[in-house]
């Protein structure tokens, strides 16, 4: 019985000291950017769209700075494909909103040398956005009118 009491006390303790590393590693830039490219490529999965940027901060539960962020568009109405850009993007925020499902509180952005090109494109019998057709914020009802299905 001891020599089992041994082994759970080992094996928690190591398990322990796993969460701790992996806790001290997720505050590292380079482990915030590794883990937030993995965001965007399943962000790009999901949009009409290419996302890249330089480097990305996290201050948990609090703050987020990244780096040359560029949203590219790969199907562009006109001849510019690059819908936003921004040299640096500062952010605090509140997650206390997760806990009631409805999501991150945003209190204050600061967007430095950065811009946004909004083109009005043709659809169907109406006309949409870049933005709303990139990131499909939006529903073909199929009468010709559009349907929004989601916000910015």
Known sequence: ????????LWVLAALLVLLGAALIAVQSPRV?????????????????????????????FDAVHLDGLV?????????VDTL?????????????????????YLNRIRISDGGLHLTLEPYDSTQLTNLERIFRLFENSGDGSVDWEGHI
């Open 1 to 8: 019985m001891k020599r089992w009491l041994k082994i759970t």
């Open 84 to 104: 936003f850009w921004a040299k640096n993007i500062s952010a605090t925020f509140s997650a206390r909103g997760l806990f009631s499902g409805e999501g991150v």
């Open 32 to 60: 915030q950017t590794a883990l937030a490219k993995r965001f965007i490529s399943r962000l790009e999965a999901s949009t009409d769209s290419k996302i890249e940027f330089n480097g990305i901060s996290v201050k948990p």
């Open 71 to 79: 949203i590219l568009d790969p199907h562009p109405y006109r001849d």
